[in-house]
């Protein structure tokens, strides 16, 4: 799966446990075999670093509304064998458990 995906999957269960708040849009969707599928949309989750990164800020005292593993990416690098000879490493990819916030819970930086 991807981290769309893995994310998607949280978001549905989490509005249906009553952790996520619904936004009165509905999406459409259309299956492998063609038939329209309809979900509710949800309010939007992310990691602390991406609200962080996209001018947010957690509001102070909000705790996580959820905990999950998504994939990260190790950044690959080139070195060289003992012999001299160039070696490069490649970069991998692995399941890292994240802490993630509803967008009830940050608020815009103001400058």
């Given amino acids: 799966m991807t981290n769309e995906q893995i994310i998607f999957s949280a978001e549905q269960n989490l509005a249906k446990d009553g952790l996520l708040k619904y936004t009165g849009r509905v999406l459409q969707f259309q299956d ?3 038939s329209i599928v309809e979900f509710k949309e949800t309010e939007q989750i992310h990691t602390f670093q991406y609200w ?5 800020k957690v509001r102070k005292g909000e705790k996580a509304v959820a905990r999950f593993a998504i994939w990260k990416r190790t950044a690959g690098k080139e ?3 003992p012999e001299g000879e160039p070696l490069i490493i490649p970069a991998k990819m692995f399941l890292k458990e994240s802490c993630f916030f509803s967008a009830s819970q940050v608020e815009k930086i103001t400058a």
């Fill in 32 to 34: 492998v075999s063609g």
């Fill in 52 to 56: 962080k990164a996209n001018g947010y």
């Fill in 79 to 81: 070195t060289k064998t």
